[in-house]
Nanobody, 116 residues
């Protein structure tokens, strides 16, 4: 059974940091590109950060460049999103996504709220 389980979300003040984790099971994690998306209320889901299957290449949305870092540990079947200098506009549900040319899986999401 395929599972992507996100954790690490919560309430943080502007300027603070959070580290999201996504634990994967039920598929060959090292074969999949891993991505973090987010969806704010009333907005479309957007790609925040992406990493290739081996983790050698990463990409970021312009809105988070220099503040967020995606990383993965293929030995632990886990992908991370380190979020620094958080802003109120980063408030959203964050989703973990695993993708190849043929398959795509989603986690259930974790809420991140940036507010004073």
């Amino acid at each position: 059974q395929v599972q992507l389980v996100e954790s690490g979300g919560g309430l943080v003040q502007p300027g603070g940091s959070l580290r999201l984790s996504c634990a994967a099971s039920g598929f060959r994690f090292s074969n999949y590109a891993m991505n973090w998306y987010r969806q704010a209320p009333g907005k479309e889901r957007e790609l925040v950060a992406a990493t290739t299957s081996a983790g050698g290449s990463t990409n970021y949305a312009d809105s988070v460049k220099g503040r967020f870092t995606i990383s993965r540990d293929n030995a632990k079947n886990t992908v991370y999103l380190q979020m620094n200098s958080l802003k109120p506009e980063d408030t959203a549900v964050y989703y973990c996504n695993a993708k190849t040319l043929w398959y795509e899986y989603w986690g259930q999401g974790t809420q991140v709220t940036v507010s004073s």
